[in-house]
């Protein structure tokens, strides 16, 4: 070969960053799935408390099924005996009417409520994510809880609630980001070595070099300096917020639970004395059509409070156990 032919080069450069900021960006990037998985849980809770809400009103649903059973025994038995009375001279048929339409009320009263079953059976295999049409029947027990020994304090929320562990974990996950741009003001070093082969007489040549970068310095600064005072004051606003879902979820914790005392006397009302006093008064009528001393006006009338009464009574068990459904969800409690 002859001299100056050419010749190809070989570097290799190595940055050598700060341990300071690599220990800071380990934990910041470990501590930001952690956000995540809280807001999955306060997600789930929705979820449940959905799930359940359809579930009581399943429940509630079925029990109104079991009293139109039992209105149309009793209009049949009220259109029944009144055709015979009638054949016989002895019954107006102006209350017979009345129950003949009640009776198609109460069919179809029947179809609704098969169809609303049919569409909680959709929502609850919606939220069990699986097959829409899966047929399933529900068990018809509840419990009614007893809250009014829990004391409402910002503890037991901070304890239970996923948003407001959501809410810290980003609070924490902004001091950590604090950290990692404090990091980039730090100095980083590096190497870089070339080596340089010719062809002919061409001799070897090598190059070392050594570098710094100076993130420190007042020109260069700047950005990081601006973001580490935004998480400032965007950890600030959360502790706002945070304190804000403490604050309203205790008030409403709170406002629920007399609402829940309330209805639970109510309804024990309604199951210890206006409800057996009615069936009571239901069946003297009953006893007294039978016996001709009261016509079917007076035994419908009868049946017809009775009725409203129970559907009533079905309705106010149903607030209550959304009662119960909403504050196990601002609890977090399954």
């Known amino acids: ?17 700060n341990p300071k900021r690599l220990d800071a960006d380990s934990k910041y990037m470990s501590s930001m799935s952690s956000v995540e998985k809280e807001k999955k849980g306060y997600t789930l809770n929705q979820l449940y408390a959905e799930a359940k809400k359809n579930y009581y009103e399943w429940i509630i649903i079925k029990k109104q099924l079991l009293i139109l059973d039992d209105n149309e025994k009793r209009l049949n038995y009220m259109i029944q005996s009144a055709e015979i009375r009638y054949r016989n001279n002895l019954e107006k048929v102006n209350a017979y009417y009345k129950a003949k339409a009640a009776l198609a009320n109460v069919q179809n ?44 304090d910002t503890a037991l929320f901070v304890a239970n609630r996923s948003d407001i562990k959501a809410i810290e974990k980003e609070m924490t996950v902004n001091v950590l980001k604090q950290e990692t741009e404090r990091t980039r003001l730090l100095p980083e070093f590096g ?90 008064n239901y069946q003297s009528y009953q006893l007294s ?9 007076q035994l419908f009338d009868a049946w017809e409070t009775l009725n409203m009464t129970e559907l009533e009574y079905l309705k106010q068990l149903q607030e209550l156990l959304s009662m119960q459904v909403e504050l196990e969800r601002i609890l977090q409690i399954k």
């Open 191 to 280: 190497v870089r070595f070339e080596n340089a082969y010719g062809w002919g007489q061409q001799p070897l040549q090598f190059s070392a070099m050594a570098s710094v970068r100076l993130p420190m310095a007042r020109w260069s600064a700047k950005m990081y300096k601006a973001n580490i005072e935004s998480l400032k004051w965007k950890n600030e606003s959360l502790q706002q917020q945070k304190q804000m879902i403490l604050n309203e979820s205790t008030g409403t914790a709170y406002g629920i639970r007399t609402d829940i005392l309330n209805k639970q006397k109510q309804i024990q009302l309604y199951e210890e004395k206006i409800i057996p006093s009615l069936r009571k």
């Open 1 to 17: 070969g002859q001299p100056g032919m050419g010749q190809y080069t070989i570097g290799a450069e190595q940055v050598i960053p």
């Open 289 to 297: 059509y039978e016996q001709n001393t009261e016509d079917l006006f």
């Open 109 to 152: 009263m029947r179809v609704v409520l098969d169809n609303e079953i049919k569409q909680k059976k959709y929502a609850i295999n919606t939220l069990m994510y699986r097959d829409k049409t899966i047929e399933f029947d529900i068990d018809t027990s509840y419990t009614l809880k007893d809250y009014q020994n829990i004391t409402f």
